[in-house]
């Protein structure tokens, strides 16, 4: 596919993928909310190239978009921005992620669920922060359909989530952010104030929240 090969000669200069075998236990990738109906209709939406996955996890959003680009025939692809360390709230002794001397292995879960699903042509690794991920992004003039944030969840973080990939989001396009809940208070918080800063509306399909920018995806 033409949109992948070109982001991620962008972004790797070469296909990162060969050499990567597949997750042997990869049938039901754990995480939170990554198949919601909203990721998957608007993954498949017409205009929709370029996808931005900001907290992928072990994968389970990321390979649910990207299965929808394959199953439509959409030349596409979804960045997949994470640092692979786990989140503040993942660490304490819970078993959610295997280590190597200390060291989360989430990027090879990642990459070994991904191949698993059979996504390699459709999925853009970005091992990197999500403050660092947009601006080489933005450097490198990638744009996107449709962002999904689902990172840091403190109000500070996800507030900054959202202004830094505003920019890239193309006319038209959809941000889309995950757990609008009470028992996310600073993620609600941040979600209203980013919708009244670009003075756009902000819908909720709980748990996700979702701002769509003016215009119309594909015009010129």
């Known amino acids: 596919?033409?949109?992948?090969?070109?982001?991620?000669?962008?972004?790797?200069?070469?296909?990162?993928?060969?050499g990567v075998a597949p997750a042997a236990d990869a049938a039901a990738?754990?995480?939170?909310?990554?198949d919601h109906p909203a990721l998957l209709r608007l993954a498949a939406a017409p205009g929709?190239?370029?996808?931005?996955?900001?907290?992928?996890?072990?994968?389970?959003?990321?390979i649910a978009m990207a299965g929808r680009l394959r199953d439509g025939g959409i030349d596409g692809c979804v960045i997949a921005v994470d640092t692979f360390l786990g989140s503040p709230e993942h660490w304490g002794g819970?078993?959610?992620f295997a280590t190597r001397h200390g060291m989360p292995d989430l990027?090879?879960?990642?990459?070994?669920?991904v191949a698993a699903a059979g996504l390699q042509g459709f999925v853009v690794p970005m091992p990197q922060t999500a403050s660092g991920a947009a601006a080489i992004?933005?450097?490198l003039g990638v744009t996107a359909s449709l962002v999904h944030i689902d990172g840091d969840h403190a109000h500070a973080s996800v507030l900054q989530d959202a202004r830094d990939y505003w920019p890239i989001l193309e006319a038209g396009g959809h941000l889309v952010g995950d757990d609008y809940?009470?028992?996310?208070?600073?993620v609600m918080?941040?979600?209203?104030?980013?919708?009244?800063?670009?003075?756009?509306?902000?819908?909720?399909?709980?748990?996700?929240w979702i701002i769509q920018k003016a215009g119309s995806l594909g015009a010129a």
């Open 1 to 18: 596919m033409a949109v992948f090969a070109d982001i991620m000669g962008r972004l790797h200069g070469a296909d990162i993928w060969a």
């Open 29 to 34: 990738v754990q995480g939170w909310n990554g």
């Open 48 to 62: 929709t190239r370029v996808i931005i996955d900001v907290g992928v996890w072990k994968g389970q959003s990321t």
């Open 94 to 96: 819970e078993g959610l």
């Open 107 to 113: 990027y090879a879960t990642f990459l070994g669920n």
């Open 137 to 139: 992004l933005r450097r």
């Open 181 to 186: 809940h009470p028992s996310w208070p600073g």
């Open 189 to 208: 918080q941040a979600a209203r104030e980013f919708a009244g800063f670009v003075e756009r509306p902000l819908r909720i399909e709980a748990p996700k």
